[in-house]
Nanobody
């Protein structure tokens, strides 16, 4: 069982920056993937960014060049640095961990609101 605790988020003006953190209850060193998803109100959850065990990164087209996913193995923590935020980035953001091939674990979610 993996527990994920998120921090960060909040209200920011368009053009601003926020950093989200996700700390796991154990080592993330061998996890196949750490990722961030978001769910705008009334819409489905969507992948924002992911980082694989080997360090490969993948981003949604809408956030490329603005968001950066990273991890700190020593701290068992993944981060999402969000720059040049836009109102359309407003959503609940969820941390995701996939230690193996099939089971996903989720953080509690955190609201990010970008005002215009």
């Amino acid at each position: 069982q993996v527990q994920l605790v998120q921090s960060g988020g909040g209200l920011v003006q368009a053009g601003g920056s926020l950093t989200l953190s996700c700390t796991a209850s154990g080592s993330i060193f061998t996890f196949n993937r750490m990722a961030w998803f978001r769910q705008p109100q009334g819409n489905q959850r969507e992948l924002v960014a992911e980082i694989t065990r080997g360090g490969g990164q993948n981003y949604a087209e809408s956030v490329k060049g603005r968001f950066t996913i990273s991890r700190d193995h020593a701290a068992n923590t993944a981060y999402l640095q969000m720059n040049n935020l836009k109102p359309e980035d407003t959503a609940v953001y969820y941390c995701n961990a996939r230690p193996g091939d099939r089971i996903d674990y989720w953080g509690q979610g955190t609201q990010v609101t970008v005002s215009s």
